[in-house]
């Protein structure tokens, strides 16, 4: 999947990507959306796994607001 595409599926990623962009050095979401996430981490040398972790994690997280 294409950061694109990882962003249209799921918004809560967005800010995982920011989180990142410090760490590219650069704005992931501007100069990388039709790249895969595989192709982001070899562009700017970031740990995939990591990654993918916090991705999923943002995409597993809910906002349910419990009422008693």
Do not use: P, S
């Not at 962009?21 to 740990?47: K, S």
């Amino acid at each position: 999947m294409t950061v694109l595409d990882i962003l249209t599926r799921h918004r809560k990623t967005e800010a995982v990507f920011k989180a990142w962009d410090r760490r590219a050095g650069d704005c992931i979401c501007c100069q990388a959306l039709f790249d895969t996430v595989h192709q982001v981490a070899d562009r700017y040398g970031l740990n995939l796994e990591t990654l993918m972790e916090e991705l999923h994690a943002a995409v597993n997280r809910t906002d349910v607001t419990y009422r008693k």
